[in-house]
């Protein structure tokens, strides 16, 4: 996705087509829309986890879809939306490799005793 978003980025710095807009905000969309149904197959994720990835993808629908209006300023816009993708990627690898210990201490769930 974010790959996408870079290529439309560059694509739209050189023509700058409105029609191009359009079509890079409707795909962008499209792929946010399978990230969305990918993350809601999810299982066993805590509340907070959930909460932040949904607001991610919700920031990044809202800059996607502001691409497509009339004189939006795309440059500031690919930058909000490349930003909480970039983000929104290194918290999920982070998770992935992350201990059960640590992700218990950032959900600010009771640690285990230790001897």
């Keep these: 996705m974010?790959?996408?978003q870079a290529q439309y980025q560059e694509r739209l710095a050189v023509e700058g087509a409105a029609s191009?807009?359009?079509?890079?905000s409707?795909?962008?969309l499209q792929l946010l829309r399978e990230?969305?149904?990918?993350?809601?197959?999810?299982?066993?994720?805590?509340?907070?986890v959930?909460?932040?990835?949904?607001?991610?993808?919700?920031?990044?629908e809202a800059a996607a879809a502001a691409m497509a209006r009339p004189g939006a300023d795309?440059?500031?816009l690919g930058v909000?939306?490349?930003?909480?993708?970039?983000?929104?990627?290194l918290?999920?690898?982070?998770?992935?490799e992350a201990s059960p210990t640590v992700l218990a201490e950032l959900l600010g769930e009771p640690l285990p005793r230790s001897a």
Excluded at 20 to 24: E, G, H, K, V
Excluded at 35 to 48: H, K, L, M, N
Excluded at 50 to 60: D, E, Q
């Design 91 to 96: 918290f999920l690898r982070g998770l992935d």
């Design 20 to 24: 191009l807009a359009q079509a890079a």
């Design 35 to 48: 990230v969305r149904a990918g993350w809601s197959r999810e299982v066993q994720v805590p509340a907070p």
């Design 26 to 28: 409707t795909r962008l």
């Design 74 to 76: 795309l440059a500031r």
């Design 2 to 4: 974010l790959r996408v």
């Design 50 to 60: 959930h909460a932040f990835v949904s607001r991610s993808v919700a920031s990044m």
């Design 80 to 89: 909000e939306f490349r930003e909480t993708g970039m983000a929104l990627v």
